[in-house]
């Protein structure tokens, strides 16, 4: 066992049951996977709002972004024994070789004077918008850049699953910067600061007929366009991360190194956090890898839930030594975590 | 029967056997899918030639770079009775779950005083370098930007199926410029000229969990970063191209629009030839579609060969009215046709 976690004894923080819905006739199914950023002496939490209708017997639907629809949002029913419908998960499910997911999500502000007990907005900080976002936004990451905050998260739509950007200096007004890294794509993490004259992100290119879903870094002039793409980590045949990787928030800046902290997914599915370590002036060159997690699901709420065996972050907050990561567990319910910086570094292997 | 295409009499007009070898012990099976251009007063074409061993009886391998084996080609074999081999089709194969290629593409020039009769050089002009391009390069574009000539490229390595740059102004010296559009991605064919400040591209994600191989339109302040990727065009249920869609060379400026010529193919893998216009001022508009190929896979030469039944084009010269497509026939051999850019505007459904 090699867990370096220790959780906040008040996990659950945050469960479907202390959100509100954002529309009438939804409930919230999970709330999940938070980006996480200290604002005026608080902690912010940008939250994942998963709903769906209430579930008919018989049907399975989809709950569709769609301006036209009284209160902005469509839902798609089949039958469950249509011939033409399969099911796949809990998430997702394919009608006519189309995918659907079961769950709409938005983003959600939840702010706290602890970090640990949070107060949830009454309304969505963000919706999806427009054509390429459809089927909502995932998963947030927040970095803070020169005194902007600066959001990536995952757009879905019939088009594809990508990689959205939104800035914001309040947490009130929030500004669009469109689709930043183009499908099949997600899991996006910015470094916080320049290096050598650019802006870096890691992202997730997801399975094609080559490769796999490995992480990938890119670089750029302005963090809205990005080039200079490159693969640095992938799967690792046998280990806990042989099915599928991708990168949790910003790197965090050492003397060692750039450590970022990342998901590894074996083929069970099951979900572990692990850690990476990039070299400071090239981050593309990897100076270490956890070969055992650094955290896995062990509690009764990361093992069952929505999707069970899932720990999974996209958000943590730095102060000095302390890492608290928030992280979705079980895809259900948000948690928190505390791990020393010092202590994630000794257990690399050089 | 819609074929709007006048074919060169000559056709085919380069087959394997007019490309010398580029390595000892490699034999050329497919030459295909060029680049085109105008340089000093010649046609240039930038073609993709396919490599591999003489086929050994109970063996299938793959050739790949690899910069510590004698003569840069390492050859892997695998047998063909082995249970973990499983073959797709004649260009690709599987072996414990990686996909590997039965050919190694380079990019090599040929040049023609009359857009005819070319003299392919001995020597490739670009071959793959480096971790991300191990499989090789294929179909690439050529864009004339600002008396620069950009090319756009398919890399492929273990990591993927990505898009590459590289510039040049005199065909000698070539300016690699890095992944641009991460994978899984390719046919990307650059706007030769910005629009309201912006350079702009198409590119073909490929299919995901949701959406699939659609073309999509990104712009860039530099070329080599790019962001605000949106969708244009999808396949379309039931039609030519039902199964997948992708840019051809860089779309033509006409009065009444950015005139894009693009590949479909149907579920079958025949691929056809059809066109889009984009709205001059934002090429996300599409304010026409072939409802029919402009051009369909007929003749012997383009039924019959490594991969049947395929007109494919990433290179075309204009002149006036008269657009000269260069294009891949059954992935084996490259031939010429002539439209009047005229006659394809006026079968365009608006």
């Not at 009130?172 to 993490?189: L, S, W």
């Not at 990342?262 to 060159?285: F, I, K, Q």
């Not at 839930?305 to 943590?316: A, E, I, K, L, R």
């Not at 302390?322 to 928190?336: K, M, V």
Request: net charge negative; proline share 6%.
């Amino acid at each position: 066992m090699t867990d370096l976690a220790e959780r906040f004894p008040e996990n659950p923080l945050l469960r479907p049951e202390d959100v509100r819905p954002s529309i009438e006739g939804l409930r919230v199914e999970c709330v999940l996977n938070p980006g996480a950023f200290r604002h005026q002496e608080r902690t912010g939490l940008l939250l994942r709002v998963a709903e769906r209708p209430a579930p008919r017997d018989g049907f399975v639907s989809t709950p569709v972004l769609d301006p036209c629809a009284e209160n902005g949002v469509r839902v798609l029913e089949f039958r469950t024994d249509d011939p033409d419908l399969s099911r796949l998960d809990p998430r997702v499910f394919q009608y006519r070789g189309k995918t659907y997911l079961t769950t709409l999500s938005h983003l959600r502000l939840a702010w706290s004077a602890d970090g640990v007990r949070f107060i949830v907005d009454e309304e969505p900080a963000l919706i999806g918008e427009g054509r390429m976002e459809t089927f909502g936004l995932e998963d947030c990451r927040v970095a803070r850049i020169d005194g902007t905050y600066c959001l990536t998260f995952t757009v879905v739509s019939e088009f594809g699953i990508a990689v959205g950007m939104a800035t914001t200096s309040d947490w009130k007004a929030f500004q669009r910067r469109g689709v930043i890294v183009p499908p099949e794509n997600k899991d996006c993490a910015l470094f916080e600061e320049k290096i050598r004259g650019n802006f870096y992100c890691l992202h997730r290119p997801s399975a094609g007929a080559i490769g796999g879903p490995y992480i990938w870094l890119a670089h750029s002039p302005d963090l809205i366009h990005w080039g200079g793409h490159r693969a640095v980590a992938a799967t690792r045949r046998g280990k806990w991360d042989s099915n599928r990787v991708g990168a949790g928030a910003s790197p965090i800046r050492t003397d060692e190194g750039w450590l970022a902290i990342y998901h590894g997914a074996d083929n069970a599915g099951r979900y572990c956090l692990g850690a990476l370590l990039l070299a400071l002036e090239d981050p593309s060159r990897v100076l270490a890898r956890s070969e055992e997690p650094i955290m896995e699901p062990v509690e009764e709420y990361e093992r069952r839930g929505f999707v069970g065996d899932v720990v999974f972050t996209n958000g943590h907050i730095v102060d000095g030594d302390q890492l608290t990561i928030y992280y979705g567990a079980s895809d259900t319910a948000i948690c928190g975590a505390r791990f020393s910086i010092r202590g994630i570094l000794d257990a690399l292997s050089h």
